[in-house]
């Protein structure tokens, strides 16, 4: 089991930036992937940007790349997403996910095994 607890989010103006983070705790999870997804009104959940745990790979959309960055401090066992240069389309629910298989990345909600409750973000014209 994994327990993930996200925060960071809010409202910011177009071109702000914002950073949220997600604290993991439980077995195992050293190994896993973590992952950003995010879900706007009315539209499907939507992969943001992974990175292996213990590597520090990573994997960032194209929707975002260039301007979201996604990184992990193992100390405090969180995984960050900063996003910069933020525009309206960016407004959803940012959820932080854990896939347990041994390698690879996904960019399918289906294969993260565990779930954050999400976290608002508003990005304001």
């Known amino acids: 089991q994994v327990h993930l607890v996200e925060s960071g989010g809010g409202l910011v103006q177009t071109g702000g930036s914002l950073r949220l983070s997600c604290v993991a705790s439980?077995?195992?999870?050293?190994?896993?992937?973590m992952g950003w997804f995010r879900q706007a009104p009315g539209k499907e959940r939507e992969f943001v940007a992974a990175?292996?745990?213990?590597?520090?790979?990573?994997y960032v959309s194209s929707s975002v790349k260039g301007r979201f960055t996604i990184s992990r401090d193992n100390a405090k066992n969180t995984v960050y997403l900063q996003m910069n240069s933020l525009k309206p389309e960016d407004t959803a629910v940012y959820y932080c996910?854990?896939?347990?298989?041994?390698?690879?990345?996904?960019?399918?909600?289906?294969?993260?095994?565990?779930w954050g409750q999400g976290t608002q973000v508003n990005v304001s014209s």
């Open positions: 996910a854990a896939d347990s298989r041994p390698y690879g990345y996904s960019s399918l909600t289906n294969d993260y095994d565990y």
């Open positions: 439980g077995r195992t999870f050293s190994s896993y992937t």
């Open positions: 990175i292996r745990w213990s590597r520090g790979s990573t």
